[in-house]
């Protein structure tokens, strides 16, 4: 069977193991995974985590956002796309206010504009893949 699919990824060693990649083109839509706040196998701006496990200061959201939708930006790039493709995100935050609060400037840098025109929604978690991780960006967007 061949695939009607194009596929991009990142390299590290948590695609392998969970068994993904991070974005799919099918048709004129790319679907990306989840881009969460990493270059290459080191994590940026890691959140400091208690010995719980949980997360003790929400200060690097902002820092994390910023480099989720850089991710999201080289991966588009890779199939002639840019973030000006994209139609719908789902932003996953470990905590609301830090994550509305750095949302707005975050989302209008990474657009370029003061109203981005992408459908959005910010939904709480308490916890995502790595524990020190705040936030998650998850992308579709339309050539």
Known sequence: MVSKNTVESFGVPWEQSYGYVQAVKHGDTIYLSGQVAHEGTELVAPAPVGP??????????????????ANAARLLKRFGASLDDVVDEVIYVV??????AAAGPV????YGRPDPQVAS???GTPRLAFPELLVEVRLLARM
């Open 121 to 123: 929604t910010m939904i």
């Open 107 to 110: 989302r209008k840098e990474a």
């Open 95 to 100: 905590d609301a206010d830090a994550g509305d």
């Open 52 to 69: 719980d496990g949980r997360v003790t200061d929400f200060t690097n959201t902002a820092a994390q956002m910023r480099q989720c939708y």
